[in-house]
């Protein structure tokens, strides 16, 4: 019974730490525009973009997808970007996760993900995603150099709109050491009860 504890102790702490090493807290002020406007939020251009924030478009809804509040994007003939700075610490990596549907059929259209106004790839990678799909989640990582990084979309949308949400961002750091420790004393301890009930 007391190693039946001590098991259940050591993957509960190894859950645990792993968690941990993942992500920390949300960044991200007003991510899934639930305050109802672009609080937070900085475009380009705002004589050149069309940004509206309202309820999710119900043709856009997919099983475990986002649901409440987006910002619809459209351009007027050049590609303008929405951004906002987010507090970081230097030499930090972290993670960025959010939710992008297209409208466009003609596949004229296109969306990048921006850290600190480069571009950067996107998983899944969002240049292959050519003409109109429901939304979709896509994150993509970045290391700070200061207290301060920016994430940004750029899009070009002529045609027809995007429709942006849920964007968080938190660390992504390795796996604690101390974590990886759990993996041989779970070993171990299975090791030794099996080793006790062969004698038995």
Do not use: C
């Amino acid at each position: 019974m007391i190693r039946k504890f001590f098991v259940f102790m050591a993957i509960a702490m190894l859950f645990i730490g792993v968690r941990t090493g993942i992500a920390g807290a949300d960044l991200v002020s007003n991510g899934s525009f639930q305050i109802g406007d672009l609080t937070g939020w900085t475009l380009s251009d705002p004589s050149n973009t069309m940004a509206i924030v309202e309820s999710i478009a119900p043709q856009n809804l997919v099983p475990g997808g986002p649901s409440g509040n987006e910002v619809v994007l459209s351009t007027y003939g050049t590609a303008e970007s929405i951004s906002q700075t987010i507090a970081t610490t230097a030499n930090t990596k972290y993670s960025v996760n959010f939710w992008v549907a297209n409208d466009d059929f003609t596949g004229t259209s296109y969306f990048k993900a921006l850290w600190n106004g480069a571009a950067v790839t996107a998983t899944p990678d969002l240049s292959t995603q050519v003409g109109a799909f429901n939304y979709t989640e896509f994150t993509i990582t970045g290391t700070a150099t200061g207290t301060g990084s920016t994430i940004g979309f750029q899009f070009l949308n002529d045609n027809s709109v995007y429709h942006l949400t849920g964007v968080s961002a938190s660390t992504a750091v390795p796996i604690p050491p101390t974590a990886l420790l759990f993996f041989p004393a779970l070993a171990g301890l299975i090791g030794l009860k099996r080793r006790q009930s062969t004698k038995a």
